[in-house]
C-alpha cells in the first residue's frame, strides 16, 4: 500500500546476528503493529505501538523488541536471530485501533518482509 | 487466553456457489470483529463488525456478528475465481490488541 513501507522485502541471515526491520508509514497514523505469518498459525501480534515511545507486547514477544522514537517509524529487532523466527512479517497501521466510524477505520497491512535465518 | 477460531480451514467449491465462513471468538473487553482478504501478500480490509445483528455488504460480500453467541460469519454468493485467497477474522480489543484466526483457504473452480 502506498501509505505503508516494510524493509527489507527479504532477508536472509545467520543464527545469532542481530536483524532489525523497518516499518515506515507517511499516513501519520497513531497505532503500528508488527505481526509474524506462519503456516498453521495465521497472522500473530509480536508487538504494537499506540504513540511515539510507547508500546505493548502482544502474543509472541520472545525474543523481539520494538522501538518508535517518532510517529511514521516502528522498528522490529531480532536480538539473536534464532531459525525459529524464519517467517513472514507484516506491519499494520491504524488511525484508530479499530474503533472509529468509516473511513477511519481497520488496519492497512505492509508488503511483508521474509526473513528466513539459516 | 482470547482467541479467534476459523472455520472450516479449507474449502473448495465451484464458481458460481455460495460459500460461509464462519468464526468464532473469545476476546477480553471485545471491541470489533474485523475480516481480512489475503491474495498474494498482505491482507486487505473487507469489514469491521461492532453491532450484532447489522449486516455489512459490499457487492457480493456481507458479514454479521452475533455478540451474544460470539460469532460472525462472511457470506459470499456467487463466487468467481477470483474470491480465491484466504479469509482472515480477527477479534480486537479496547486496549488495540488485535487477534487473528488461522484463516480459512478458500479456493474456487472454474
Known amino acids: 500500500d502506498a501509505g505503508i513501507t516494510q524493509s527489507p522485502r527479504h532477508k536472509v541471515t545467520e543464527t545469532g546476528t542481530p536483524v532489525t526491520l523497518r516499518c515506515h508509514q507517511t499516513?501519520?497514523?497513531?497505532?503500528m503493529y508488527w505481526y509474524r505469518q506462519d503456516p498453521g498459525h495465521g497472522l500473530r501480534l509480536i508487538h504494537y505501538?499506540?504513540?511515539?515511545?510507547?508500546?505493548d507486547k502482544g502474543e509472541v514477544s520472545d525474543g523481539y523488541s520494538v522501538s518508535r522514537s517518532k510517529t511514521e517509524d516502528f522498528l522490529l529487532t531480532l536480538e539473536s536471530a534464532t531459525s525459529s523466527q524464519t517467517s513472514v512479517y507484516f506491519c499494520?497501521?491504524?488511525?484508530?485501533?479499530?474503533?472509529?466510524?468509516?473511513?477511519?477505520?481497520?488496519?492497512?497491512f505492509g508488503s511483508g518482509t521474509r526473513l528466513t535465518v539459516v | 487466553e482470547d482467541k479467534v477460531v476459523q472455520s472450516p480451514l479449507s474449502l473448495v467449491v465451484h464458481e458460481g456457489d455460495t460459500v460461509t465462513l464462519n468464526c468464532s471468538y473469545e476476546?477480553?473487553?471485545?471491541?470489533?470483529l474485523l475480516w481480512y482478504k489475503q491474495e498474494k501478500k498482505a491482507p486487505t480490509f473487507l469489514f469491521m463488525l461492532?453491532?450484532?445483528?447489522i449486516e455489512k455488504k459490499s457487492g457480493r460480500l456481507s458479514s454479521i456478528l452475533d455478540k451474544k453467541e460470539l460469532f460472525s460469519i462472511l457470506n459470499i454468493t456467487a463466487t468467481q475465481t477470483g474470491d480465491s485467497a484466504i479469509y482472515l477474522c480477527a477479534g480486537a480489543n479496547r486496549d488495540d490488541k488485535i487477534i487473528f484466526g488461522k484463516g480459512t483457504r478458500l479456493h474456487i473452480l472454474p
Open positions: 476476546v477480553t473487553n471485545f471491541r470489533s
Open positions: 499494520a497501521i491504524s488511525e484508530t485501533g479499530g474503533t472509529g466510524s468509516p473511513p477511519n477505520y481497520g488496519y492497512t
Open positions: 505501538s499506540y504513540g511515539v515511545k510507547d508500546t
Open positions: 499516513e501519520n497514523h497513531r497505532y
Open positions: 461492532t453491532s450484532s445483528g
